[in-house]
């Protein structure tokens, strides 16, 4: 058996037969989705050196050397680099070359993975683009894990440019401040009444998102904007834009209004939507784009998934690829449905504070659980085709799914190719929007997955998006520069 294989036979049979929930819906007809995940280049490939990499690292991961078979799990099976490595032909003459990688990503979607051999495939593109000289483009099928392992995965198979027998290295987290000890009866008295207060919230917030679950499953719908997904919109050939902004402009917003930079993507993709629509909606009615023509009382939600499995460190994952050792996987997960505020603001501002109000809501609930239960049981009890039906009605209903995964804070290098940027992005689900941002270093990619039959020109909701968070920045600025002068 191949070194990926024995690397396998450490998990032992009784393990390799245990599908999660979601692996199992993403085993479904209705769920045949993936994960794509573009990586820009500062110099051209070597195919051979990133096939050496790959035998090294990724295909010793038990995901990455298995194939899935239906009501048996992940079985080991031999890896041929040659069935799972393209090396894209390019003519040198193209005229557009991001128009070409554009297509080329969308032509991928019209062909789903070969489920006789493991679940993944990588294409190289030596072409020269806007932002890169030569792109890699990886395509998982979202049983294999979800995306925050995965990133997780990929990065542990790069190491830092200055220094290459260093990981790469994640933003740390910001320590929760310990509140001062009660000095008086007063402050002691005080902290138990708001904790009890905190409570009472965290009970009342979980029983409100839970409900709101389930009546999305039942009968809460979307309003029918010119972004929502119509019937059958999962199995629609998709294409993926991307922009790389400044992630300074976002940290300079978020420490201006006590924020998150998730508060801060929020709210401008608040922004950009109520942008977009508010042109989408004049144009129906032959109007121009200076007027507000949004109608009132519009629902649109995003559906969050959030893992619910402690994501292994950079250097567990390095580790586990180097010596098989065991490691739980795959996908385990709750959802969050936040609604997005669309309407046209006078205080570019007044997006973010919306966006953190209702984030640090969702912060304070357990619905995430409750999802995640509520879903275990429907498919202990009712199986695995009623499961997935729920799951795709819940995901149908809603308008997009947003993600932000957190990228490297120093420039890195995947087999000796130094990195220009990564963007993510996800096909296969019953909708015709996703957003997926990423962090490399000083940047934020933001990245479209959308039905063109849907949204028929993506580069304008990215522009209005990047639009969006250029106001936002120059709205901080004007106000830090009225508090300076005032004083």
Request: net charge positive.
């Amino acid at each position: 058996m191949a070194a990926a294989d024995n690397a396998y036979s450490s998990h032992g049979h009784d393990e390799r037969l245990k599908l999660s929930p979601a692996t199992r819906i993403f085993h479904s007809l209705k769920y045949d989705s993936y994960i794509v995940a573009i990586i820009g280049f500062k110099t051209s490939i070597d195919p051979n050196l990133i096939k050496t990499g790959l035998e090294q690292t990724l295909i010793k991961h038990p995901r990455f050397s298995s194939k899935l078979v239906k009501d048996e799990g992940w079985i080991p099976s031999s890896v041929n680099l040659e069935e799972h490595v393209i090396v894209a032909s390019i003519d040198e003459q193209i005229d557009d070359p991001d128009r070409f990688m554009e297509d080329y990503i969308s032509h991928m979607t019209k062909t789903p993975l070969d489920f006789c051999r493991p679940l993944w495939e990588l294409h190289i593109l030596n072409l020269k683009t806007s932002q890169s000289e030569a792109s890699v483009v990886f395509r998982i099928h979202h049983s294999v894990g979800d995306g925050v392992s995965l990133m997780s995965l990929l990065l542990s198979c790069t190491r830092q440019t200055s220094d290459p027998e260093k990981l790469p290295t994640l933003p740390a987290m910001n320590p929760t401040q310990k509140s001062s000890s009660a000095t008086t009866n007063f402050n002691s008295i005080w902290q138990f009444w708001l904790a009890v207060w905190s409570a009472v919230l965290l009970v009342w917030n979980t029983v409100v998102d839970f409900v709101m679950y389930a009546a999305t499953i039942l009968f809460l719908k979307d309003t029918n904007t010119p972004i929502k997904g119509q019937k059958g919109c999962e199995f629609a050939v998709n294409r993926f834009v991307h922009r790389t902004v400044s992630l300074d402009d976002i940290k300079l917003i978020k420490d201006a209004m006590n924020a998150t930079v998730n508060d801060v993507l929020v709210g401008v993709t608040q922004a950009g939507f109520s942008q977009y629509l508010n042109r989408r909606y004049g144009d129906t009615h032959g109007k121009d784009d200076k007027g507000n023509y949004l109608p009132k009382g519009i629902r649109l939600r995003a559906r969050i998934a959030v893992n619910l499995r402690p994501v292994k460190g950079i250097q567990a994952l390095a580790d586990l690829m180097s010596n098989g050792t065991k490691t739980k996987w795959g996908n385990l997960y709750g959802f969050i449905l936040l609604p997005f505020k669309i309407a046209l603001r006078d205080d570019p501002l007044d997006y973010v504070r919306a966006a953190k109000s209702t984030v640090d809501r969702k912060k304070n609930s357990g619905g995430i659980f409750c999802t995640y239960l509520l879903n275990k049981i429907i498919l202990k009890t009712l199986g695995i085709k009623t499961a997935a039906r729920v799951s795709h009605r819940a995901a149908f209903n809603i308008t997009t799914g947003f993600s932000n995964m957190v990228g490297p804070i120093e420039e890195i290098s995947f087999y000796g190719h130094p990195l220009s940027y990564i963007a993510v992005a996800v096909y296969g689900f019953p909708r015709a929007l996703s957003i997926q941002f990423q962090s490399y270093v000083n940047k934020m990619t933001m990245a479209l997955g959308v039905d063109p039959n849907v949204i028929p020109d993506p580069h304008q909701l990215l522009d209005d998006m990047e639009e969006s968070l250029k106001l936002i920045k120059e709205a901080v600025l004007k106000q830090r520069l009225a508090a300076v002068e005032a004083v």
